[in-house]
């Protein structure tokens, strides 16, 4: 039971350039989300899901798209990278929405040049 | 949304003595309060949580108590060591809702 798979760990973009991040999880968890992780501002949720084929936006969406086409798996795609987006990215699942334990994938450090 | 504050934002403490984290927050359809522990370079990962109908839950050394009138829980180490040291989280939330994390307390244990 891998639990939440995040890849990459670490990546280096040049700004203008797009990436997908990406997220599995094996749990057959149906809420997913994405956090980023800025230092002394805690995490802020950029989109999430609470099944297949539904996607909704966080705090801080802006730059970001997702979807959802199985259960199992929740890219999360950089359009147009911008050295705002340098930070670390957490995805993570839970059994349901608020109220029960979130499962953290292993992060992705990404620095935008 | 649910508005998040976490207090101190840093603590040290001395090897052996307590640390206590407060959280506050503004919805008061909340009725799930967990707290996540992150070491450095790593994921969060839940260490305990509470739900409204119970006033206070403990495990080893670590405790959370709520208190739903002040909206307000905290976190509760006692004998702390070395391997306490971290950035702790808590995440309010409630059915249908969204996880709101604060913006965390990095603590220090002093050998």
């Known amino acids: 039971n891998a639990g939440v798979t995040q890849t990459p760990k670490f990546q280096v973009l040049k700004t203008g350039q797009s990436m997908t991040l990406q997220c599995a999880q094996d749990?057959?968890?149906?809420?997913m989300s994405w956090y980023r992780q800025d230092p002394g501002m805690g995490l802020r949720l950029i989109h999430y899901s609470v099944g297949a084929g539904i996607t909704d936006q966080g705090e801080v969406p802006n730059g970001y798209n997702v979807s959802r086409s199985t259960t199992e798996d929740f890219p999360l795609r950089l359009l147009s990278a911008a050295p705002s987006q340098t930070s670390v990215y957490f995805c993570a699942s839970s059994r349901a929405r608020g109220n029960t334990e979130a499962f953290f994938g292993q992060g992705t450090r990404l620095t935008v040049v | 949304g649910e508005n998040v504050e976490q207090h101190p934002s840093t603590l040290s403490v001395q090897e052996g003595d307590s640390a206590v984290i407060k959280c506050t927050y503004s919805d008061s359809a909340s009725n799930y309060f967990p707290w996540y522990k992150q070491e450095l370079g790593k994921r969060p990962q839940l260490i305990i949580d509470?739900?409204?109908?119970?006033g206070e839950k403990k495990d080893q050394r670590i405790a959370v108590t709520l208190n739903k009138t002040a909206k307000h829980f905290s976190l509760h180490i006692t004998e702390t060591q070395p391997e306490d040291s971290a950035v702790y989280f808590c995440?309010?939330?409630?059915?249908?809702?969204?996880?709101?994390f604060g913006t965390g307390t990095s603590l220090t244990v002093i050998p």
């Open positions: 509470i739900r409204s109908n119970v």
């Open positions: 749990m057959n968890h149906e809420y």
């Open positions: 995440a309010p939330g409630d059915t249908g809702n969204q996880f709101y």
